[in-house]
């Protein structure tokens, strides 16, 4: 089964802290995305990206960035945290779009 | 642009009685059509999903799909639930064609009582 490994389940930040969250796939998956989850808003995509050094904007890219020089690794990172980043962020993979996408466990990071 | 609609942000039910949660999407091109499952402190799974082919999927705990081209619908069914069927769960869709964007609904809590 291919497996999705986010690096921490809980972070605390402090308000201006750049941050970054780490994504690894171990299944020579082409497409990596990153999403954040908030109750009663399902799952809002940030970025994604189908190559390495390639990235694409999703819906809601505004405060992060993203770098994949790897094809196994996605990271996202928050240039300055801020309170309304704080959520539930998980990352995915797939090969091609019939197969649907494989989940990380999630990464719940509050900033303060 | 394209979208999906869960009808029910809740849907609270007595064990062994039916269910359907509902979902509604909008796109103009081809859909692939997904419901995946988050049990309480976990991560997401796939619970089935819709390519081609018969308009009917079924997954491995009961739970089956409709795709509905004309009403643009995905509804999820199970005729019997358990309390472990409590979670939330997520109707999904990938454009065909397109950068394999997977677009969520909002989500759809079952709460299974006793």
Avoid at chain 2, 15 to 39: D, G, I, T
Wanted: proline share 3%; aromatic share 12%; hydrophobic share 35%.
């Amino acid at each position: 089964d291919v497996k999705v490994t986010q690096s921490s389940r809980y972070l605390v930040k402090r308000t201006g802290e750049k941050v970054f969250l780490e994504c690894v796939q171990d299944m020579d998956h082409e497409n990596m995305f990153w999403y954040r989850q908030d109750p009663g808003l399902g799952l809002r995509l940030i970025y994604f990206s189908y190559d390495v050094k390639m990235k694409e904007k999703g819906d809601i890219p505004e405060g992060y960035s993203v770098s994949r020089e790897k094809k196994e690794r996605f990271s996202l990172i928050l240039e300055s945290a801020s309170t309304n980043q704080t959520s539930m962020y998980l990352c995915a993979s797939s090969l091609r779009a019939g197969k649907g996408y494989t989940f990380g466990s999630g990464t719940r990071l509050t900033v303060v | 642009a394209q979208s999906v609609t869960q009808l029910d942000s809740q849907v609270p039910v007595f064990e062994e009685a039916p269910v359907e949660l509902r979902c509604n999407y909008s796109s103009s091109v081809s859909v692939y059509l997904f419901w995946y499952v988050q049990y309480p402190n976990q991560g997401l799974q796939l619970l089935l999903k819709y390519l081609s082919g018969s308009t009917l999927v079924e997954s491995i705990n009961g739970f089956e799909a409709e795709f509905n081209k004309s009403q643009t619908s995905f509804h999820l069914r199970k005729p019997s639930v358990h309390i472990s069927d409590t979670a939330e769960y997520f109707c999904a869709v990938i454009l065909s064609g397109g950068y394999n964007k997977l677009i969520f609904g909002a989500g759809t809590r079952l709460a299974v009582h006793p």
